[in-house]
């Protein structure tokens, strides 16, 4: 293919591209980051879930042993406060006060199977976050 060709091919598939990031969910809306501080000081890192409103969720082992919980939303840390666990399954919900999240989009029961597209979150060493897609 020539010079000229790639280009104007590119320029045909270029309105397409930009649909396709247009609809890409913003994941700093969705996902939290989290900075939990232990009665000693020390401080760890993690992320959450607005569930709509006031509530969030995130692993239990992320705020155990926590003194202090803070959310990071729209680069501001805002302080939260534990609400309900469930050990079993790692789950624990608390509230970031005056917050109004929208609901996050859930899967129906029964949904899930092998193959599905699913994003993880990574806490970069210059404490920026990604998201990176992937199936399960």
Request: hydrophobic share 45%; charged share 20%.
């Amino acid at each position: 293919m020539k010079v000229g060709q790639q280009i104007l091919l590119l320029l045909c598939l270029l309105p397409w591209a930009m649909v396709a990031f247009a609809h890409a969910p913003d994941w700093t809306a969705r996902v939290y980051k989290l900075v939990v501080t232990h009665a000693d000081g020390t401080t760890e890192l993690g992320f959450a879930v607005p569930l709509g409103g006031e509530r969030l969720v995130t692993n239990c082992h992320v705020l155990r042993g926590a003194a202090r919980i803070e959310v990071r939303v729209e680069g501001a840390d805002r302080q939260a406060q534990a609400d309900q666990r469930d050990a079993y399954r790692d789950m624990c919900f608390f509230t970031l006060p005056g917050h109004r999240a929208a609901p996050m989009p859930m899967i129906d029961v029964g949904e899930t199977r092998v193959g599905l597209e699913v994003r993880r979150w990574a806490i970069r060493p210059a404490s920026s976050s990604s998201a990176k897609a992937g199936s399960s």
